[in-house]
Nanobody
Framework: QVQLVESGGGLVQPGGSLRLSCAAS????????MGWYRQAPGKQRELVAN???????NYVDSVKGRFTISRDNARNTVYLQMNSLKPEDTAVYYC???????????WGQGTQVTVSS
């Protein structure tokens, strides 16, 4: 069974940093576009960043210059480096793997990120 397992969330003060990891199993990782999404209480899930199979990246405007997405195909892992965190970044962060125009896609279970003093 396909698994996406996120880790690295936690409580951090404003201005701090976290690095999220998402380890994939049972998929040919290099064939999948990977993304990080987040959902805050009472809000819809939104795209944070994604990275294509060729390494192209895309970010939501609110995280540009602060977050960096990367992938390691040898380790079947995608990362999200989050710097200069703000309270509005507080959310559950989810990893997604998709291909074939989302006809095949998988989600992780989510990891909580809380930015608070």
């Amino acid at each position: 069974q396909v698994q996406l397992v996120e880790s690295g969330g936690g409580l951090v003060q404003p201005g701090g940093s976290l690095r999220l990891s998402c380890a994939a199993s049972k998929i040919i990782f290099r064939l999948y576009n990977m993304g990080w999404y987040r959902q805050a209480p009472g809000k819809q899930r939104e795209l944070v960043a994604n990275i294509g199979t060729g390494g192209s990246t895309n970010y939501v405007d609110s995280v540009k210059g602060r977050f960096t997405i990367s992938r390691d195909n040898a380790r079947n892992t995608v990362y999200l480096q989050m710097n200069s965190l703000k309270p509005e970044d507080t959310a559950v962060y989810y990893c997604n793997a998709n291909r074939n125009n989302w006809s095949t896609n998988f989600w992780g279970q989510g990891t909580q990120v809380t930015v608070s003093s």
